[in-house]
């Protein structure tokens, strides 16, 4: 039995609480500073530092300035090597994911009468452009694809690149671009990390630049968002996998343990627990650990002990149900499992958490790949401000007025008594007489 990080709340002390709320990507000072070299060789070399950055981040030897950009022949290659199981599960959760993206799609316009022959109201229009960061590092994601390219392509952004790191064979992962082609997107670059960041900023020869880039990445991926977000729109937080499985008393700590594991194997940078405010819960989680180890592979299960036993992962033993909600509204996780057969019970008293999963048979598997809500997510306590990834992330949104010859007196007449009191004159005079020659009398 390895040796699982064991709280018990009501033994902790402010500080050691505290220290339960960080996550892996907390202090990237290291990063920032080493992310600038990247940055500027990006910025200054264009495509020969995507491919030298490729070759030695990536082992991507075979990369050239040429296959930059995945080609026809890869995508048509793509889908005679993915298994037709893999691009039918792919298909059917592309199907689900547009099905709730097109319901979230704003009105392209709304127009209200606000006052009698004075109108205003809201237009939505597409981002121009936005890249699409997909991971790699520790596995292959087409799911990220997915959650990233459907919202894109129901918001109906003209133009989507997807950056993803190039396998060392100085190709794309084939489910990746078998999700890409599917849901709609064309352009796939074979760049990641900072330097994808870096490319989506700045463009080069092969990379079109974009106003925004979307995606979960890894600590080096979060550092580069920070260092041009005055260049890029970075989007919303998304960093190494975070997850809390709640469990009440109605439920074996077994289940709570098979879903534990879910989020904490993408890597040793991810963070789980599993909060609960019983015991017996708990020790059956921990006891059952080491049978559902012995199922997975030897990388995952390296992974998940790493997160596990170390200080971004394990159980959380709390004094109450209120103790409980407390420390998972603390936490603010950016994923959530309420395992409980009563799960409504709990939901109203969640209040931080990005994604919330309800009852035993809604595990953090089935948000990732099937259902339809987004699962690209805030994390690092970005769900007290931020919500999923949607739709809404790839429109913006305008204001409209307008005023009609009668309803103009009043809003002017109201409009210049203010501007008067702040004291701006330019503001007051387009309001008062003197617009009168130009538009003739009120």
Not at 1 to 7: C, D, T
Not at 245 to 252: H, K, V, Y
Request: charged share 20%; glycine share 8%; aromatic share 8%.
């Amino acid at each position: 039995m390895s040796s699982i990080s064991f709280h018990e709340i009501t033994k902790l002390n402010p500080a050691e609480y505290a220290d339960l709320m960080k996550r892996s990507e907390a202090d990237l000072s290291g990063f920032m500073e080493k992310v600038q070299s990247i940055i500027a060789a990006v910025k200054e070399e264009g495509d020969g530092a995507l491919v030298r950055f490729g070759q030695d981040f990536d082992g991507a030897k075979p990369l050239t300035q040429a296959t930059l950009k995945a080609s026809e022949a890869e995508f048509e290659a793509a889908f005679k090597s993915v298994d037709q199981d893999v691009i039918e599960a792919i298909k059917y959760g592309i199907g689900n994911i547009r099905k709730f993206h097109e319901e979230q799609k704003p009105e392209a316009m709304w127009f209200k009468e606000i006052q009698p022959g004075a109108f205003a109201g809201d237009r939505y229009t597409p981002i121009q452009s936005v890249a699409l960061y997909v991971p790699r590092g520790k596995g292959a994601f087409p799911s990220v694809t997915m959650m990233t390219s459907v919202p894109a392509v129901v918001a109906e952004v003209p133009n989507l690149a997807i950056f993803t790191p190039p396998t060392p064979d100085g190709s794309v992962d084939a489910a990746t671009l078998v999700a890409a082609r599917t849901a709609g997107v064309e352009t796939v670059y074979k760049c990641g990390g900072a330097q994808a960041v870096a490319a989506a900023a700045y463009g080069t020869k092969t990379v079109k630049p974009a106003l925004k880039i979307v995606g979960p990445g890894s600590p080096w991926v979060v550092a580069a968002k920070r260092q041009l977000s005055g260049i890029i729109d970075p989007g919303l937080p998304a960093g190494p996998s975070e997850a809390i499985i709640f469990a009440d008393e109605s439920i074996n700590g077994g289940l709570a343990a098979l879903d534990l594991l879910i989020e904490a194997e993408h890597g040793p940078d991810s963070s789980a627990y599993l909060v609960t405010h019983s015991r017996k819960v708990a020790e059956e989680a921990i006891a059952a650990l080491d049978e559902h180890w012995a199922q997975m592979g030897a990388q995952r299960v390296e992974y998940s002990k790493a997160v596990l036993t170390g200080q971004n992962g394990g159980v959380v033993l709390t004094s109450s149900i209120e103790e409980s909600y407390k420390f998972i509204n603390d936490y603010a996780p950016e994923h959530l499992e309420i395992l409980s057969l009563e799960p409504f019970e709990h939901l109203g008293h969640i209040t931080e958490a990005s994604e919330i999963l309800m009852g035993p048979h809604t595990p953090v598997s089935i948000g990732n790949f099937a259902l339809g809500p987004n699962a690209v997510l805030p994390t690092s306590q970005g769900a007290r401000t931020y919500g999923p990834l949607s739709v809404h992330d790839f429109v913006k949104c305008s204001s409209i007025g307008y005023v009609t010859r009668p309803a103009y007196p009043e809003m002017a007449r109201n409009a210049h008594v203010l501007a008067t009191y702040e004291g701006f004159d330019a503001h007051a005079n387009a309001v008062s007489s003197m617009r009168d020659k130009y538009i003739g009398k009120r």
